[in-house]
Every structure is written in structure tokens, then in C-alpha cells.
């Protein structure tokens, strides 16, 4: 139940677990574990804040965790690839 894709509502981010604090103009990142929000900091940028929300739902749900960046034969597909030379 905890473990869902982000509800289409309005928000400020388009990623899960994410939400904009006013006072300190920065992403604060919670998820549920157990059925209590477990809070995991404040980032300046959302995609920075995105990712340690999905190493927190790896390390908490395990193969189901629902994940901002999913990955696809085992790296994100949102990767961009290394320079090679």
C-alpha cells in the first residue's frame, strides 16, 4: 500500500516521495517504511533528491520498491552514457 506510484495531483515535483520546502527553497525527501514516514533530507536539486529517494526504496522495499529512475538491464535508463575516447 505505502509502496504506489505518485497520484496524479498537482504537485511541484513529478517525482515520488519529493516535495518542495518554502522556507529553505530545497526538495525534502520522505518515504514510508512500515507504515511510518521516514524522513531523508533536504537537497537542492529534485533529481539529486529523486535518486536518494530510490536508494532508500531499494534498501527498504527491496524488488518492490517503485522507483523515480527504473532500471533496465541493470543500469537507469535515464543515464546518460560515459564519454568514450
Not at 509502496?3 to 518542495?20: C, P, T, V
Not at 520498491?65 to 541493470?74: D, I, M, S, T, Y
Request: proline residues 2%.
Amino acid at each position: 500500500m505505502w509502496n504506489r506510484r505518485k497520484a496524479d495531483r498537482k504537485s511541484r515535483s513529478r517525482y515520488k516521495g519529493l516535495s518542495l520546502h518554502n522556507r529553505k527553497k530545497r526538495w525534502s525527501v520522505r518515504i514510508k517504511v512500515n507504515g511510518r514516514s521516514k524522513f531523508l533530507g533536504f537537497f537542492e536539486d529534485e533529481v539529486e533528491a529523486a535518486r536518494a529517494y530510490d536508494n532508500a526504496a531499494r534498501k527498504f522495499h527491496g524488488e518492490f520498491a517503485v522507483l523515480n529512475f527504473p532500471q533496465k538491464q541493470g543500469r537507469s535508463i535515464y543515464c546518460k552514457p560515459a564519454d568514450t575516447q
